[in-house]
Each structure stands twice: as structure tokens, then as C-alpha cells.
């Protein structure tokens, strides 16, 4: 006898999953991580970093909701509970040289006079 799920978004291969193992993978299939936008480079050359906001979020489905669409919203959990690796919250930017003056030896001073008549 396989465990029919009610959960319309898994793939049939779970059916032959335990109602423990099915539970399990549902918990894990709840919680996923939400990226931020990167912010502007620390600086415009010579090797900075850019940053963003990484958040462990539980998804909801929202059953209040009359469309059709998979609707959803999202709470901020403990990292801890998201399964997958955490996406890179920094990232090198401006990697290029800066600018920079450069001098050489000091020349001769040459004078150029004029007589006014």
C-alpha cells in the first residue's frame, strides 16, 4: 500500500514515500532562502565589495486566496532551518587598477630672456 500525498506539488515518484518521510520533505520544502539586491561597490577601483541581504524564509500557502495562482507569503526564520547551502553574501567588485600619478626626475630649469624695446 503506498501513502497517496495530498500535496499537489509533489512528483508521483513520493508516493511510495512513509507519511514520516513525506512530512519530512514537506517541513524541508517550506523553508528556502531569499536574496537581496546587491549593493553599490565599497569603492570604484582597487578591489571592493559588494553586499546583500540573505533571509531563511518559511512559505505559506494561501488558502484565503480565490485565484488561481500559487500565491504565497513568507516569514523570516533561524537560518538554521533552511537546508540548502547559503547563497554568497558578498561578492569582489572593482577589481581594477586604481589611477595613479606617476613622477620622474626633475629636469634643468631653462630660461628664456627677452630684451623690450
Known amino acids: 500500500m503506498s501513502f497517496q500525498t495530498p500535496h499537489a506539488k509533489?512528483?508521483?515518484?513520493?508516493?511510495?514515500?512513509?507519511?514520516?518521510?513525506?512530512?519530512?520533505?514537506?517541513?524541508?520544502?517550506?523553508?528556502r532562502w531569499i536574496t537581496g539586491e546587491?549593493?553599490?561597490?565599497?569603492?570604484?577601483c582597487g578591489g571592493g565589495v559588494e553586499r546583500r541581504r540573505i533571509?531563511?524564509?518559511?512559505e505559506?500557502?494561501?488558502?484565503?486566496?480565490d485565484d488561481d495562482d500559487d500565491s504565497s507569503f513568507e516569514?523570516?526564520?533561524s537560518d538554521d532551518l533552511c537546508s540548502d547551502v547559503k547563497p554568497a553574501s558578498s561578492r569582489p567588485c572593482s577589481q581594477q587598477s586604481c589611477p595613479a600619478w606617476f613622477t620622474?626626475?626633475?629636469?634643468?630649469?631653462s630660461y628664456t630672456h627677452y630684451r623690450l624695446v
Not at 509533489?10 to 523553508?31: A, M
Not at 505559506?60 to 486566496?65: A, E, I, L, N
Request: charged residues 15%; glycine residues 4%.
Open 10 to 31: 509533489f512528483p508521483t515518484q513520493y508516493n511510495r514515500l512513509s507519511q514520516q518521510q513525506l512530512g519530512f520533505l514537506l517541513f524541508l520544502s517550506l523553508y
Open 104 to 109: 620622474g626626475a626633475w629636469s634643468p630649469v
Open 60 to 65: 505559506h500557502d494561501d488558502d484565503d486566496d
Open 38 to 44: 546587491w549593493q553599490s561597490c565599497t569603492v570604484t
Open 75 to 77: 516569514d523570516a526564520v
Open 55 to 58: 533571509y531563511c524564509v518559511r
